[in-house]
């Protein structure tokens, strides 16, 4: 199948609606909750009613791709989505209630029956330890078999909308001894006994956003809470609590991709008004330097852009995707870093003050390229696609 990148009439609705709500929602209070960190956004309660209305529709969406039919489904959905309330602000965004990245999780590799019972949960995701960041292999939370119950233990960080949330989807794993292959992810109410908040973050950005330290003391949850097959495979790894970067990395690019199209639209704002024309028809050497800046930085936002559009519409059609996914999140958070950096360096002292919003939007930008695997790691993950080595061969 080859991807048609002219978006269908179907998404337009989608695009429209989330542009409407970044534009008269987001950016009226964006400053107002980088201001208040930790406070509850409550205009976003009507949001997170359309967002739980929109879930139901995903499951028929896609269910050509199985008969070998092109989707555009939920994937290109979600980062349609995801660019354009990310112009609006990207903390807001992952406020949003019945939107959580545990939620993309469970449609990653829920099955039918969990995907109908966790329908209208707003669902955190809690992966990160105090021992470990980047290697997700390296989970020392426990879940252990007892009777018809798992029993968890551990500690979770960085876990966002974690103070929010209804529940969370925790990975945890079932015998240290086995290594990555025993990690699984289960869906844990938060409500129930042995969870405990135990701190919120204070952060350089995405102050709209809760970010929490999570306790599992001897919670216990119904066996059917985990996702995906029950069995150890040695053999397969931990490909099935994997697969939920796939899904989700692409939305982390598109949000990078929303924020840096803020970034470029104030940066053209900028330059105009101090009498310096973009022109696309003459070479950007020949213009000013601040100008060459531009289109360059420019370039990189569309890149980044027709990457994740790629990588979504991959999942969308039941394509393995783990290497394009990885490609769009290092590519866009490399991108929107710079982008916004250097429009407060051009920007100069307006751009550096709370008058405008690229000093926030430069220090929201740096976590798109930390979260849901750094740099470091995409480039990893690609090196071991491309070079067709695994993660023994190549750490």
Do not use: C
């Not at 080859?2 to 970044?22: F, M, W």
């Not at 500690?155 to 292959?181: M, N, P, Q, Y």
């Not at 982390?252 to 470029?264: E, K, N, S, T």
Request: without cysteine; negative net charge; aromatic residues 6%.
């Amino acid at each position: 199948m080859a991807i048609n990148l002219e978006l269908p009439e179907k998404l337009n609705s989608t695009v429209e609606r989330a542009r409407l709500a970044a534009e008269h929602i987001f950016r009226p209070i964006s400053r107002k909750y980088d201001k208040a960190e930790h406070e509850y956004p409550t205009e976003l309660d009507e949001l997170g009613k359309i967002a739980k209305q929109a879930r139901s529709g995903d499951k028929d969406a896609d269910k050509g791709a199985d008969k070998g039919e092109t989707v555009n489904g939920a994937n290109i959905r979600s980062v349609l989505n995801a660019r354009e309330l990310s112009w609006g602000d990207v903390g807001l965004m992952l406020s949003i209630p019945y939107q959580g990245l545990g939620n993309a999780a469970i449609a990653a590799v829920a099955n039918d029956e969990q995907l109908e019972r966790f329908a209208d949960v707003w669902a955190a995701m809690a992966i990160t330890e105090p021992s470990f960041g980047s290697d997700s292999a390296a989970v020392s939370t426990t879940a252990v078999l007892d009777g018809d119950e798992y029993v968890i233990n551990g500690e979770k960080i960085f876990v966002t909308a974690g103070s929010r949330a209804d529940h969370v989807v925790v990975w945890a794993t079932l015998d240290k001894s086995v290594g990555r292959a025993a990690i699984k992810s289960f869906v844990v109410p938060l409500n129930s006994t042995g969870v405990t908040v135990a701190r919120l973050e204070e952060k350089l950005g995405l102050k709209a956003s809760d970010t929490a330290v999570i306790v599992f003391d001897d919670v216990r949850v119904p066996a059917e809470n985990l996702l995906g097959s029950p069995d150890i495979e040695v053999r397969k790894g931990f490909g099935g609590v994997m697969q939920t970067f796939d899904n989700t990395r692409p939305v982390v690019a598109a949000m990078a991709v929303g924020l840096g199209r803020a970034a470029l639209e104030e940066l053209r704002r900028m330059l105009e008004e101090a009498g310096h024309e973009i022109d696309y028809d003459r070479p950007a050497a020949a213009q000013h330097a601040s100008v060459a800046d531009f289109i360059r930085l420019e370039s990189d936002w569309e890149a980044s852009w027709m990457l994740a559009l790629r990588a979504a519409w991959m999942a969308d059609n039941k394509t393995p995707n783990s290497a394009e996914a990885s490609m769009s999140k290092a590519k866009a958070g490399r991108m929107v870093t710079e982008l916004t950096n250097k429009a407060v360096e051009i920007g100069s002292t307006a751009a550096f003050s709370e008058t405008e919003l690229l000093e926030k939007w430069a220090r929201d930008s740096k976590i798109l390229d930390i979260f849901e695997g750094t740099q470091q790691i995409q480039q990893l993950i690609i090196a071991r696609k491309v070079l067709g080595k695994n993660s023994a061969d190549l750490k």
